[in-house]
T-cell receptor, first 114, second 112 residues
């Protein structure tokens, strides 16, 4: 069964450093998303991406964040200058299209900022 | 989007049916009921969705009341691996992307 994959599973970085989290969505999916979950809190939407453009972003997704689909398979989230409060699980998701709310999530990347 | 109310936590004995309720009394006619779950430290997982009719797939059954103001997710034979937080979400299906807005959900503990 096709699945969303994410790398790395765990990333430790120092405050102020740049990190890139990588995702490979399901191959025939057209919509891509990033969510995050701070430990013990709700899963929060960050950004959605379609047709090489951001469709929607939350207030969390400020100028420190960017997304890219550099080739036909990868979808990346970059945090330019990490802060302690960026420590969280980051989940990538993808969906087929046409308004389906059925999204498939990856296993997540645990980001620890020290 | 209509608001949903779920119990904070529930227990279920292994091998028994787990019945997870959800109230959505302000649901509108074109809103679907979706269920996701999140097993500890894993990504959320889509389970099932429905509009009016009851739905069943390999994971679960969804029973929606006739007035659509509430629904029940049924895991017919709960296993320890079904221990997770279950989220009930109502949402209009429309074209294009749609972010999933997660609430607090119901923490289901399956007990041996």
């Amino acid at each position: 069964e096709p699945e969303v994959t994410q790398t790395p599973s765990h990333q430790v970085t120092q405050m102020g450093q740049e990190v890139i989290l990588r995702c490979v969505p399901i191959s025939n999916h057209l919509y891509f998303y990033w969510y995050r979950q701070i430990l013990g809190q709700k899963v929060e939407f960050l950004v959605s991406f379609y047709n090489n453009e951001i469709s929607e972003k939350s207030e969390i997704f400020d100028d420190q964040f960017s997304v890219e689909r550099p080739d036909g398979s990868n979808f990346t989230l970059k945090i330019r200058s990490t802060k302690l409060e960026d420590s969280a699980m980051y989940f990538c998701a993808s969906s087929l299209a046409s308004g389906s709310y059925e999204q498939y999530f990856g296993p997540g990347t645990r980001l620890t900022v020290t | 989007d209509a608001k949903t109310t779920q119990p904070t936590s529930m227990d279920c004995a292994e091998g028994r049916a787990a019945n997870l309720p959800c109230n959505h009394s302000t649901i509108s006619g074109n809103e679907y009921v979706y269920w996701y779950r999140q097993i500890h430290s894993q990504g959320p997982q889509y389970i099932i969705h429905g509009l009016k009719n009851n739905e069943t797939n390999e994971m679960a059954s969804l029973i929606i009341t006739e007035d659509r103001k509430s629904s029940t997710l049924i895991l017919p034979h709960a296993t320890l691996r079904d221990t997770a937080v279950y989220y009930c979400i109502v949402r209009v299906e429309s074209g294009g992307y749609q972010k999933v807005t997660f609430g607090i959900g119901t923490k289901l503990q399956v007990i041996p």
